[in-house]
């Protein structure tokens, strides 16, 4: 069964340091893509980056990079020089199938929750 | 920009009452979710729908039901509240494109007292 798991509830980290938060995912499907959501405490779901299981080398958007190996089954979110608007909860999501058998539909993970300390 | 919109922040409703979720998308898109957020649970997905009056079971689909009759518009029905359907529910809307995400509403904290 198609799965993502988020091992860490919560994380703290340092202002201006980096932060990884993990995230494994399980799937049969050779064409697969990966999302990285941001939810503040307003609620809403806020995009980061994305992931495609062909592309060849990691996403970056800004201070937002993945480290994606495929081998491991692992895409973790990397977010470089924290801010203090970046405590939020995020969430790791994977959408199967390509083409005609694309429903869009998305599988989340549980959430990590971040605190940047100043 | 796209915007998806849902017709309430906040709701209070009692045990057996019948609601109703609105969520509407002006980007002209194919796909429409609707999931609810539970703490330490994710997203999970409830239906979903691709095309004007076509509706998908998710994975918790039990004390829902849906409609969509405009390709703008996917309503959410709790046929008869209780308490356990206490919770944040999600809209989202996406293209057909495999690499493009889905964009969400604000969402509708729903309590069933």
């Known amino acids: 069964a198609q799965k993502i798991t988020q091992t860490q509830p919560g994380m703290f980290v340092q202002e201006k340091e980096a932060v990884t938060l993990d995230c494994t995912y399980d799937?049969?499907?050779?064409?697969?893509?990966l999302f990285w959501y941001k939810q503040p405490s307003s609620g809403e779901m806020i995009f980061l980056i994305y992931q495609g299981s062909y592309d060849q080398q990691n996403a970056t958007e800004g201070r937002y990079s993945l480290n994606f190996q495929k081998a491991r089954k692992s895409a973790n979110l990397v977010i470089s020089a924290s801010q203090l608007g970046d405590s939020a909860m995020y969430f790791c999501?994977?959408?199967?199938?390509?083409?005609?058998?694309?429903?869009?539909?998305?599988?989340f993970g549980q959430g990590t929750t971040l605190q940047v300390k100043p | 920009d796209v915007k998806v919109t849902q017709s309430s922040r906040y709701l209070v409703k009692r045990t057996g009452e019948k609601v109703f979720l609105e969520c509407v998308q002006d980007?002209?898109?194919?796909?429409m979710f609707w999931y609810r957020q539970d703490p330490g649970l994710g997203l999970r997905l409830i239906y979903f729908?691709?095309?004007?009056?076509?509706?998908e079971k998710g994975d918790i689909p039990e004390g829902y039901s849906v409609s969509r009759e405009k390709k703008e518009r996917f309503s959410l029905i709790l046929e008869s509240a209780s308490t356990n359907q206490t919770s944040m529910y999600l809209c989202?809307?996406?293209?057909?494109?495999?690499?493009?995400?889905?964009?969400f509403g604000p969402g509708t904290r729903l309590t069933v007292l």
């Open positions: 729908s691709y095309d004007v009056k076509m509706k």
């Open positions: 799937t049969s499907d050779p064409s697969y893509g």
């Open positions: 989202a809307s996406s293209p057909p494109d495999f690499s493009d995400t889905q964009y």
């Open positions: 999501a994977m959408r199967e199938g390509y083409g005609s058998s694309n429903t869009g539909k998305l599988i």
């Open positions: 980007m002209d898109h194919e796909n």
